[in-house]
Structures are given as structure tokens and as C-alpha cells.
């Protein structure tokens, strides 16, 4: 097990999403698709959506010829309709690029009803992105309508306004005059790619993945990843601020019941990124108990085809001395496990060596808890670097067809 030790058609299923695999023409290319950005729905919004339109945006981490979207109502009590729904390249603000506005359709239709729990994967929509593209989504509802939301995206989105109607056909920004974070129904955008390209990676984790810094600033640790890696693997992000590894009461659903859930959904990932577990360490989950089940996590990701990084839980000087005790154990499993292919050492990256139950000053965000934008940046080159190659000999592929 290698180390990095730094400082020393539509089917609508629950919680599923369905794939098309059609022969292509003589002559073309076979595709694959892989998800190149996606964000994991965390709740239901609390406000409604109320007769109007809402813009959201997803940067995609590697380029393709064209794209597939994952529209979420998974964690919504009642039915979703979306009158209509259209995707384009982000310009500035809520504007898009003149020309690359295109209309969303699943299996075939324009207005897409999305059961309760469930999720809807579009038709291919023929729209060339290249890595760093900011991928924009307008979808409009009629009525008052609960939405499915992943709190405090990284990218700012936008609503119309009650009352303003269908405006998915603007490209122009100006009617979209309310801005927020909330990431609403998109979940996922993927992109083709050619069949022997290089698999993508998924971290799975809770805010200290899910960075709550400035919107807008692309500064979390799997974004400088996708710096370093140049677009030449994807890399998506699904972590939720506040998420727990096993016990109930955090952020949306359990890493555990995700999981199962993420590796069938997200297309193209060979290499699972596991940086969870600090909040049931505080919220007083024996260490036993969290380190057994972050190793099945890992075995059930291996036995699916998948390599695995497990993180260890950097410091946090408001921990009490119990909690304190309990992650040194479980890091203590983390360093030592044969259930994952690598290892990062994200307590030696971070930690203040003077006080190495704290992080380093200057990679703290202010809490003591959660990390700076040195300290997202210093975990993800210790990422970039472990990452820059396989962890193991030929994994399987898991990737969708074209």
C-alpha cells in the first residue's frame, strides 16, 4: 500500500440514475461518459421555488464533445416538475456565451417530472466544454415547488423571482437578480470521453472537502487537484458540509448510505477519495466503531473495481480530550488499514508541529476546526502528488458507455 506522509432514455429509480448504450455510427469514435463535476444534494431548500427560473452552475474539471446532467429530487417529499429545462457556457455573472445555449430533454421530452427520491439523466446534449468551463443550468417551475438543494455550493446560482416565469431561453443575466449559494437539482455533470482515457476521482467527505470559503474562488483541496492534474482526470466533488461517516443527526445522508449510491452514479471514477469522520468523532462515536467502518467502506469501493485513498482526521484545538483520543486511534487504524490502496496523511500535512493536536495557524480558517485556503491548498498538492499516477495495476473500469 503506497503512503504519502508530508512533514515526515429515462429510467427514474430511487437514488439511481440510467445510462443509454447506443452503437455508435460507422466511423465515430466509441465514447465513454464521466462525471466531470457534481455536487451531493444535502437537504431540502426552505424556501420554495415560486413560478420563476433558477441558474446554476457546475465548473467541470476535464472537457468533452458533450454533456449529460443529473437532475436531483432525491431528498424532496413530493414530485418535481420541471417545465423546462436548457444548459449553456457561463460568460459572467448569470450570462452565458452567445451560442452555446441548448434545450435539455429526457427521453425525449422537454418537461421532465422527477418522482420523489429519485433522480432524471438527460438525453446527450451536443455542447464541446474544455476543463474549467462553468457549466450553467436553467431549469423553470410552475407553482410552488420544494427543491432539492446542496447547501452552500462553491459556485454562486441564481432565481428570477416569484412570479417571473420561464426565462430559461435568456442568456442575458439581468433577469436572474437573485444570487445565493444554494447548489438546487443539478447533481451532476458529465462528458464524454474516449474509452481509454484516464479514470476519474471522487472525494467523499464533509465540510473539510465541501470547503464553505468565498464563493466563486475555487480554492478547496479538490480544486487545486484539478489544477495540478491539468483536466487530464476528472475529479468531482461530493462531500457535504456537516456529513457523518455513521451516526445520524449530520448533513444529508450517512458517507455509508452514500456510498453504494455515489460509485453506481458517477460515472468514469476508478479512484475513491474517503476523507470522513471528524464529526462522529465529535459527536462521540467510539473509535472502534468509525475506523471498522471507514475500512468496510474501503473494501466495499475495492470490491467494486474501484482504488481507494483513505484520509486521516487532521487536528482541531476545540476537540475535547476524549474526542482528541479517539481520532489518534482512529488514524492510528488509518496508517496501519490494508483495506485502502493509499493513504494520505492529511494530520501530518496539516497539523502545527509545535502543537500537533492544532492545526498549523496559517492553515486554519479561524475556528480551529476547518482549513484556510493554505490549508485546502497544502492538502491538495499532498493530493495532487499521490495521485499523479496509479495506485494499483490496471483497475477495473467503471464507466458508462456512449
Do not use: K
Not at 515526515?8 to 455508435?24: I, K, N
Not at 464529526?279 to 468496510?296: C, I, K, W, Y
Amino acid at each position: 500500500m503506497r503512503r504519502l506522509r508530508w512533514g515526515a432514455v429515462l429510467l427514474l429509480l430511487p437514488g439511481c440514475s440510467a445510462a443509454t448504450g447506443a452503437t455508435p455510427p460507422a466511423g465515430v469514435p466509441a465514447q465513454i461518459w464521466r462525471t466531470a463535476a457534481a455536487q451531493a444534494m444535502s437537504t431540502t431548500r426552505a424556501a420554495a421555488v415560486v413560478d420563476e427560473t433558477c441558474r446554476q452552475v457546475l465548473r467541470v474539471s476535464t472537457g468533452g464533445a458533450a454533456v449529460r446532467l443529473r437532475l436531483s429530487n432525491a431528498l424532496t417529499p413530493t414530485a418535481l416538475t420541471l417545465t423546462a429545462v436548457t444548459v449553456g457556457l457561463r460568460s459572467q455573472g448569470a450570462a452565458l456565451q452567445p451560442g452555446t445555449l441548448r434545450p435539455v430533454t429526457v427521453g425525449g421530452a422537454s418537461r421532465i417530472v422527477v418522482p420523489r427520491g429519485s433522480v432524471a439523466l438527460s438525453d446527450p446534449i451536443p455542447l464541446p466544454v474544455t476543463a474549467g468551463a462553468d457549466v450553467a443550468v436553467s431549469f423553470a417551475v410552475q407553482g410552488r415547488t420544494r427543491v432539492t438543494e446542496h447547501a452552500a455550493g462553491a459556485a454562486t446560482g441564481w432565481c428570477s423571482g416569484p412570479g417571473t416565469g420561464d426565462l430559461t431561453a435568456t442568456t442575458d443575466g439581468g433577469p436572474f437578480g437573485q444570487p445565493a449559494r444554494d447548489g438546487l437539482v443539478l447533481d451532476d455533470v458529465e462528458v464524454t470521453a474516449a474509452p481509454d482515457a484516464p479514470l476519474g476521482i471522487l472525494a467523499l467527505g464533509d465540510s473539510l472537502t465541501d470547503a464553505r470559503l468565498a464563493p466563486d474562488t475555487y480554492e478547496r483541496w479538490t480544486d487545486v487537484l484539478v489544477q495540478r492534474l491539468g483536466g487530464r482526470r476528472a475529479v468531482a466533488n461530493a462531500a457535504i458540509g456537516g456529513n457523518r461517516v455513521v451516526l445520524p443527526g449530520g448533513y444529508g445522508p450517512t458517507v455509508s448510505a452514500r456510498l453504494p449510491r455515489e460509485l453506481a452514479d458517477r460515472p468514469g471514477v476508478g479512484t475513491v477519495v474517503l476523507f470522513a469522520g471528524t464529526n462522529d468523532v465529535q459527536a462521540g462515536l467510539p473509535a472502534s466503531a468509525l475506523a471498522d467502518r471507514l475500512e468496510a467502506l474501503c473494501r466495499t469501493a475495492r470490491d467494486d473495481g474501484r482504488e481507494v485513498v483513505l484520509v486521516t482526521l487532521p487536528p482541531a484545538h476545540r476537540r475535547s480530550a476524549q474526542a482528541e483520543a479517539a481520532r489518534q486511534q482512529v488514524n492510528a487504524r488509518i496508517r496501519a488499514t490494508s483495506s485502502a490502496d493509499a493513504v494520505l496523511d492529511a494530520d501530518r500535512v496539516l497539523r502545527d508541529p509545535g502543537q500537533p493536536a492544532r492545526l498549523l495557524p496559517a492553515y486554519d480558517v479561524g475556528d480551529g476546526l476547518h482549513l484556510s485556503a493554505a490549508g485546502q491548498r497544502a492538502l491538495g498538492l499532498a493530493a495532487a502528488e499521490l495521485l499523479a499516477g496509479p495506485l494499483r495495476a490496471a483497475p477495473a473500469r467503471a464507466a458508462r458507455p456512449g
